[in-house]
């Protein structure tokens, strides 16, 4: 019998392959072979489903590549040569169910707050690498950690959402001037892997490999791997 993981799993794939209305319980239950009663074991239903999904996505997405890198001894340069591989890995489906994600946010309320909350998460980790870089004995202080915005609360619906800290991303957070300086780096550096998946093709993993070797002598501490 198919554990919960096994219907995520195929709810990511059937969303990667042909969009969020294709994420049905008919065509879960023929992608794994299963029954709808198998379905109904796990889920109440199909917007339960996708509300998990989501969850599963910001895990399997960003929470994991997070915990992967805080798990690197060194320096903050270490760190982002290792995001770096983890974001440019050859993992199948994943720079398709990065665009199906957002599609699905342009007429979703419930998707676009979660790819908000996802963009927001991912931004703040770089930044926080960043004020790393720049003052290594003093990260905590170059980046302080702000009290959650009540908006920023009530969007944490990922299972895992707080065991990453959540860190500063935008003047109205109270980030001093030392590490607000990063922030357009930061954004910088997120958008060039959103826009490459954008492109039809999209940008190969090793030309996007070759900007940001190119953009981390920008970076305190750059760059981040030798060419």
């Known amino acids: 019998m198919a554990g919960k993981r096994d219907w995520l799993e195929a709810g990511l794939a059937a969303l ?3 969009g969020a209305g294709a994420v049905t319980i008919d065509r879960l239950c023929g992608d794994l072979g299963l029954t709808k ?4 074991h796990h889920f109440k239903g199909i917007t339960g489903f996708r509300t998990d999904l989501l969850a599963h996505f910001e895990a399997e997405s960003t929470t994991r590549f997070i915990e992967a890198v805080e798990g690197v001894s060194g320096p903050a340069g270490a ?3 290792r995001l770096l591989d983890l974001a440019l890995a050859d993992e199948g489906d994943r720079p398709g169910l990065e665009v199906a994600v957002r599609a699905w946010a342009l007429g979703d309320a419930e998707a676009r707050a979660a790819q908000r909350r996802i963009d927001e998460r991912r931004i703040s980790y770089l930044h ?6 720049a003052a290594p004995d003093a990260a905590t202080d170059a980046c302080p950690t702000p009290s959650p915005s009540p908006s920023a609360a009530s969007r944490a619906t990922a299972p895992d959402a707080a065991a990453i800290p959540y860190r500063a991303s935008d003047a109205r957070t109270g980030v001093d001037d030392g590490a607000r ?7 910088l550096l997120y958008l060039v892997l959103v826009g490459g998946g954008h492109l039809v093709p999209p940008l190969p993993a090793g030309e996007l490999r070759d ?8 970076a305190p501490g750059g760059p981040w791997e030798e060419a």
């Open 16 to 18: 990667a392959a042909d």
């Open 37 to 40: 009663g198998s379905f109904y």
């Open 79 to 81: 760190k982002f040569a």
């Open 128 to 133: 926080e690498l960043l004020c790393e870089s």
């Open 181 to 187: 300086e990063w922030l357009p780096l930061a954004r």
């Open 211 to 218: 900007i940001y070797r190119l953009a981390s002598r920008l």
